[in-house]
């Protein structure tokens, strides 16, 4: 049966449709429904399906009624098994062996196989690496373009060791590097329960990241679900020894322990053993056949999972950083030039001599019983802040392949800066705002400034809640707020010195994360971000020493109550452990509390450079992918029976797995429902106190703009604006504009233009840019109507043809730059000219419309009209603002726009 355990074609449509897009409920779902039920014999097909046997059939991945003696065909890949976990728990003076879990998981080499043999686009797979130079024009020389993993460094490095390797006796094929990029992260599947999911996932780096970035594409696979420590086994180490509290250190070595046992599963069995040493055959969808060896690339975790796979003691070690032997006194360094010299002499090796480091450690605490803390076992290890952990990235052939599993945990812009370094940033600049104003004043200010930020298309949303309580945020809302932080700080300190040094620290912030997000690198930009890194541990360090040493701080209210929750319930947990535990009370004042940069998360942003350099750019191993990966995960664990939610969740992801314009430069309708008589626009005298300003000029000002635009190309003398005709007398006007651009990594981006929206401003290119480079390289306006007209031109009959053609054109009121006294700022600053001013309006072409623009008010100058009347309705200028920024970190490739020279794409 070609559709396996559907009976007919409409069970499988529909089912796939339940498995693919039931839990959505969007729209979209619903109409791929309809149109499922809209077929004559659907009602029919579908009304004697067992769907019940059907799900429990493709969980299995089995036929219905298939015996299993005989081949299955429809079901070709290879479904997940389990397997206990036992580790070896070293007491004080025994070692005892605890199963403490199942993992589920699927064989890597399975996963490879099912992907050469049956994908339908491995035409997008790279064979092979390629390097990419880029040569603006034949004066400039090449540079080098960093993006995609497969054309990295290390994967042109490791495809020519593989062809500089002897092949295997009588082997003539094409040998293939598949890279492996790994991510894990646990994850809660329900506000309401403690219950985890810990995910592993694995995609293969010779695909672009574009595709395999986007879950749609279901190019990031499923490997395993990770088994956690039992609540149960503090109780087996207590009654096996005196009782008491169980250490810290030993559940820590226990978690390590665990994931590594599970990890040496999935990469210390047979078929993966020869895959990373001889290859493995496989044939082609191009029916060439080829020899792929599996190399491990990167692994992305958050911080605390790159302690459990470094096997390292994390913030608890002398040395703190998974890839490099950095003092944890020294982390706050970053940037510097000590620092720079530290990281390239003292990087973790996973070599010879440290796995004999542990290895002795090990035997010395599971042989010679000598405990966890034991000098012993603990001093050898301690300077390197190691673990006698036997970690599962170090076991022959994965070692002898060359990978280096502390080079391969990358670096992770979402949890190290977005929610590390920015957010603890922004919280103590909200306790310099309650300690600088009366009361949570300032803070009030704060959150009202951001609440009038405009949203800016699909990446600046709308702040609606008070951002100084911080509820609920992720690194998406951290990152909204940094990009439109330095307006709302501007002038929010009465202290000028504090205020400039908190502006100059938010825009190199900016910037730094600008170009740390990048999609597409230059050797250039690669230069401009190590000189950025440098400056910003300087500007961290200057603020720490100015602001936070003038200005003392104290915990939020937040982190008052957080704190004073977490002290009763480690008291609680006490009192359950010792009935003779004291009672106390938590203080009830807020503790004095201030910026500290000795956390790794800061230290870990100086090595972006040289993670960029090795495995291409940031989004290629974004922790972000796992994030976007866990929305499957809690959609099977929504349809399971919560009972045994792993094994259930792997039953979805076999179900799931088994069924499931852009060169034209703007878009505005074509449709005819707004038409608007010119006469409304006409100078009438008879009503001169109803007169809007802009109404004097507007018909005299399209006919002169237009008339260039139907006369292009025509040697016609003597031109007369008035003879530009409108037919029937109307224009016709739309609410949106849809603007189309290339952006700096040449990919297509689009920005809407909406009227009445925020996102009504444009910029255009300055024309006086070219030859004076001192002015602003754009120009700004606000888009009052977007319009199509039919126009024709009737001065020369016989030189211009008299049919009226369709014409569109856009009608701005334009900014100008304003020349302050004070210092250039981080921002460009606007403010609107006098609107009764020549040229304060002019039409435009849509086609010189480059982007949307985010302006962002100046909030600190107030706003022009105090009373709210301003002198034109359709302006609405009433609610003008006196200045406006223009927000060049909206996004990467507004950044690049000023980046004049250094944009691929542009």
């Given at each position: 049966?070609?559709?396996?355990?559907?009976?007919?074609?409409?069970?499988?449509?529909?089912?796939?449709?339940?498995?693919?897009?039931?839990?959505?409920?969007?729209?979209?779902?619903?109409?791929?429904?309809?149109?499922?039920?809209?077929?004559?014999?659907?009602?029919?097909?579908?009304?004697?399906?067992?769907?019940?046997?059907?799900?429990?059939?493709?969980?299995?991945?089995?036929?219905?009624?298939?015996?299993?003696?005989?081949?299955?065909?429809?079901?070709?890949?290879?479904?997940?098994?389990?397997?206990?976990?036992?580790?070896?728990?070293?007491?004080?003076?025994?070692?005892?062996?605890?199963?403490?879990?199942?993992?589920?998981?699927?064989?890597?080499?399975?996963?490879?196989?099912?992907?050469?043999?049956?994908?339908?686009?491995?035409?997008?797979?790279?064979?092979?690496?390629?390097?990419?130079?880029?040569?603006?024009?034949?004066?400039?020389?090449?540079?080098?373009?960093?993006?995609?993993?497969?054309?990295?460094?290390?994967?042109?490095?490791?495809?020519?060791?593989?062809?500089?390797?002897?092949?295997?006796?009588?082997?003539?094929?094409?040998?293939?590097?598949?890279?492996?990029?790994?991510?894990?992260?646990?994850?809660?599947?329900?506000?309401?329960?403690?219950?985890?999911?810990?995910?592993?996932?694995?995609?293969?780096?010779?695909?672009?990241?574009?595709?395999?970035?986007?879950?749609?594409?279901?190019?990031?696979?499923?490997?395993?679900?990770?088994?956690?420590?039992?609540?149960?086994?503090?109780?087996?180490?207590?009654?096996?020894?005196?009782?008491?509290?169980?250490?810290?250190?030993?559940?820590?070595?226990?978690?390590?322990?665990?994931?590594?046992?599970?990890?040496?599963?999935?990469?210390?069995?047979?078929?993966?053993?020869?895959?990373?040493?001889?290859?493995?055959?496989?044939?082609?969808?191009?029916?060439?056949?080829?020899?792929?060896?599996?190399?491990?690339?990167?692994?992305?975790?958050?911080?605390?999972?790159?302690?459990?796979?470094?096997?390292?003691?994390?913030?608890?070690?002398?040395?703190?950083?998974?890839?490099?032997?950095?003092?944890?006194?020294?982390?706050?360094?970053?940037?510097?030039?000590?620092?720079?010299?530290?990281?390239?002499?003292?990087?973790?090796?996973?070599?010879?001599?440290?796995?004999?480091?542990?290895?002795?450690?090990?035997?010395?605490?599971?042989?010679?019983?000598?405990?966890?803390?034991?000098?012993?076992?603990?001093?050898?290890?301690?300077?390197?802040?190691?673990?006698?952990?036997?970690?599962?990235?170090?076991?022959?052939?994965?070692?002898?392949?060359?990978?280096?599993?502390?080079?391969?945990?990358?670096?992770?812009?979402?949890h190290e800066f977005e929610q590390g370094v920015w957010k603890d940033l922004f919280i103590h600049l909200l306790r310099v705002l309650v300690a600088s104003g009366p009361g949570e004043s300032l803070a009030h200010v704060l959150d009202r400034r951001f609440r009038l930020v405009p949203s800016f298309g699909r990446t600046i949303r709308r702040f609606s809640d008070n951002v100084s309580e911080q509820k609920r945020k992720t690194a998406r809302d951290y990152e909204d707020l940094l990009q439109c932080a330095i307006p709302v700080f501007d002038g929010i300190l009465a202290n000028e010195s504090h205020s400039a040094a908190t502006l100059s620290l938010l825009a190199v912030c900016a910037e730094w994360h600008a170009l740390a997000k990048l999609r597409m690198h230059t050797d250039d930009t690669l230069q401009l971000l190590q000189d950025t890194t440098v400056k910003l541990g300087s500007e961290f360090r200057s603020f720490l020493d100015g602001v936070c040493q003038e200005v003392a701080t104290e915990e939020l209210d937040s982190e008052k109550e957080a704190r004073e929750a977490q002290q009763k319930k480690t008291k609680a947990a006490q009192k359950t452990r010792n009935a003779k535990a004291a009672?106390?009370?938590?203080?009830?004042?807020?503790?004095?509390?201030?910026?500290?940069?000795?956390?790794?998360?800061?230290?870990?942003?100086?090595?972006?450079?040289?993670?960029?350099?090795?495995?291409?750019?940031?989004?290629?191993?974004?922790?972000?992918?796992?994030?976007?990966?866990?929305?499957?995960?809690?959609?099977?664990?929504?349809?399971?029976?919560?009972?045994?939610?792993?094994?259930?969740?792997?039953?979805?992801?076999?179900?799931?797995?088994?069924?499931?314009?852009?060169?034209?430069?703007?878009?505005?309708?074509?449709?005819?429902?707004?038409?608007?008589?010119?006469?409304?626009?006409?100078?009438?005298?008879?009503?001169?106190?109803?007169?809007?300003?802009?109404?004097?000029?507007?018909?005299?000002?399209?006919?002169?703009?237009?008339?260039?635009?139907?006369?292009?190309?025509?040697?016609?003398?003597?031109?007369?604006?008035?003879?530009?005709?409108?037919?029937?007398?109307?224009?016709?006007?739309?609410?949106?504009?849809?603007?189309?651009?290339?952006?700096?990594?040449?990919?297509?981006?689009?920005?809407?233009?909406?009227?009445?929206?925020?996102?009504?401003?444009?910029?255009?290119?300055?024309?006086?840019?070219?030859?004076?480079?001192?002015?602003?390289?754009?120009?700004?306006?606000?888009?009052?109507?977007?319009?199509?007209?039919?126009?024709?031109?009737?001065?020369?009959?016989?030189?211009?043809?008299?049919?009226?053609?369709?014409?569109?054109?856009?009608?701005?009121?334009?900014?100008?730059?304003?020349?302050?006294?004070?210092?250039?700022?981080?921002?460009?600053?606007?403010?609107?000219?006098?609107?009764?001013?020549?040229?304060?309006?002019?039409?435009?072409?849509?086609?010189?419309?480059?982007?949307?623009?985010?302006?962002?008010?100046?909030?600190?100058?107030?706003?022009?009209?105090?009373?709210?009347?301003?002198?034109?309705?359709?302006?609405?200028?009433?609610?003008?603002?006196?200045?406006?920024?223009?927000?060049?970190?909206?996004?990467?490739?507004?950044?690049?726009?000023?980046?004049?020279?250094?944009?691929?794409?542009?």
């Amino acid at each position: 049966n070609p559709l396996g355990p559907f009976p007919n074609l409409s069970s499988f449509e529909l089912g796939e449709w339940f498995v693919n897009r039931g839990a959505q409920f969007s729209v979209q779902s619903l109409q791929c429904l309809v149109k499922l039920a809209q077929r004559p014999s659907f009602a029919q097909d579908i009304s004697n399906a067992n769907w019940p046997r059907i799900f429990r059939a493709l969980s299995e991945g089995t036929e219905i009624g298939h015996s299993p003696s005989e081949p299955d065909e429809w079901v070709d890949d290879d479904g997940w098994e389990s397997t206990p976990i036992s580790i070896s728990v070293p007491l004080s003076k025994s070692t005892t062996s605890h199963v403490t879990g199942t993992l589920y998981y699927r064989s890597i080499v399975s996963i490879l196989r099912e992907k050469v043999l049956n994908s339908s686009d491995m035409r997008l797979f790279h064979y092979e690496p390629s390097e990419v130079l880029w040569q603006p024009d034949y004066s400039t020389r090449a540079t080098r373009i960093h993006s995609e993993l497969y054309n990295s460094e290390a994967f042109l490095r490791t495809h020519q060791e593989l062809q500089d390797s002897p092949a295997p006796p009588g082997c003539k094929l094409q040998r293939v590097v598949a890279a492996l990029m790994f991510w894990s992260d646990a994850t809660h599947v329900s506000s309401f329960s403690d219950q985890k999911l810990w995910p592993g996932y694995m995609a293969f780096g010779n695909e672009s990241k574009y595709r395999r970035c986007r879950p749609s594409e279901h190019l990031c696979h499923n490997i395993a679900y990770f088994s956690d420590l039992p609540d149960g086994l503090k109780d087996l180490i207590t009654s096996k020894t005196t009782g008491g509290n169980v250490p810290d250190k030993l559940m820590h070595f226990c978690k390590q322990e665990m994931l590594h046992a599970q990890w040496k599963i999935l990469l210390d069995d047979e078929e993966f053993r020869e895959a990373v040493k001889n290859g493995i055959v496989l044939k082609c969808p191009d029916n060439e056949e080829r020899r792929f060896y599996i190399r491990i690339f990167t692994y992305s975790a958050d911080y605390q999972e790159k302690v459990l796979i470094a096997t390292i003691r994390g913030t608890n070690g002398l040395c703190p950083c998974p890839r490099c032997l950095v003092s944890k006194t020294d982390l706050s360094q970053m940037g510097t030039a000590q620092d720079l010299v530290l990281r390239e002499e003292a990087p973790r090796k996973d070599d010879g001599a440290r796995l004999a480091l542990v290895r002795t450690a090990r035997d010395k605490m599971l042989v010679d019983c000598l405990g966890l803390s034991n000098p012993a076992v603990d001093g050898p290890l301690k300077a390197q802040s190691l673990q006698p952990v036997s970690n599962a990235f170090s076991i022959p052939n994965i070692f002898a392949s060359g990978v280096d599993i502390f080079g391969a945990l990358v670096v992770d812009q979402m949890h190290e800066f977005e929610q590390g370094v920015w957010k603890d940033l922004f919280i103590h600049l909200l306790r310099v705002l309650v300690a600088s104003g009366p009361g949570e004043s300032l803070a009030h200010v704060l959150d009202r400034r951001f609440r009038l930020v405009p949203s800016f298309g699909r990446t600046i949303r709308r702040f609606s809640d008070n951002v100084s309580e911080q509820k609920r945020k992720t690194a998406r809302d951290y990152e909204d707020l940094l990009q439109c932080a330095i307006p709302v700080f501007d002038g929010i300190l009465a202290n000028e010195s504090h205020s400039a040094a908190t502006l100059s620290l938010l825009a190199v912030c900016a910037e730094w994360h600008a170009l740390a997000k990048l999609r597409m690198h230059t050797d250039d930009t690669l230069q401009l971000l190590q000189d950025t890194t440098v400056k910003l541990g300087s500007e961290f360090r200057s603020f720490l020493d100015g602001v936070c040493q003038e200005v003392a701080t104290e915990e939020l209210d937040s982190e008052k109550e957080a704190r004073e929750a977490q002290q009763k319930k480690t008291k609680a947990a006490q009192k359950t452990r010792n009935a003779k535990a004291a009672e106390s009370s938590s203080p009830a004042l807020q503790q004095g509390k201030t910026l500290s940069l000795t956390k790794p998360k800061f230290h870990f942003l100086g090595d972006y450079v040289k993670t960029i350099q090795l495995f291409g750019t940031t989004d290629n191993y974004s922790t972000e992918t796992g994030e976007l990966m866990h929305r499957s995960s809690k959609r099977w664990y929504r349809r399971s029976s919560k009972r045994n939610p792993r094994k259930e969740v792997v039953r979805h992801e076999r179900k799931g797995a088994a069924g499931r314009r852009p060169d034209i430069h703007h878009y505005i309708g074509i449709n005819e429902n707004k038409p608007i008589s010119l006469l409304s626009f006409a100078n009438r005298p008879d009503a001169s106190d109803l007169q809007d300003p802009l109404l004097k000029t507007f018909i005299h000002g399209l006919q002169a703009h237009l008339l260039t635009r139907l006369t292009q190309g025509h040697n016609i003398p003597n031109l007369d604006p008035t003879r530009v005709y409108f037919k029937n007398h109307r224009i016709f006007s739309h609410k949106i504009m849809r603007l189309k651009y290339t952006t700096y990594d040449v990919r297509r981006g689009e920005d809407v233009i909406h009227l009445n929206a925020d996102t009504c401003n444009i910029m255009v290119q300055n024309p006086k840019y070219i030859s004076d480079q001192k002015v602003p390289p754009y120009l700004y306006g606000h888009v009052l109507g977007i319009f199509h007209a039919d126009a024709n031109y009737s001065g020369e009959l016989g030189q211009v043809p008299a049919l009226p053609i369709r014409v569109e054109f856009l009608w701005v009121r334009w900014y100008e730059s304003v020349n302050n006294a004070e210092p250039k700022g981080p921002l460009e600053c606007i403010t609107f000219p006098d609107i009764t001013s020549p040229d304060s309006t002019t039409f435009i072409d849509p086609m010189s419309a480059l982007r949307a623009a985010h302006v962002i008010p100046r909030f600190s100058r107030g706003r022009k009209y105090s009373d709210g009347n301003g002198l034109s309705k359709l302006a609405k200028d009433g609610n003008e603002w006196s200045q406006y920024y223009v927000n060049r970190f909206v996004d990467r490739d507004m950044y690049m726009r000023y980046k004049i020279g250094m944009a691929v794409g542009h």
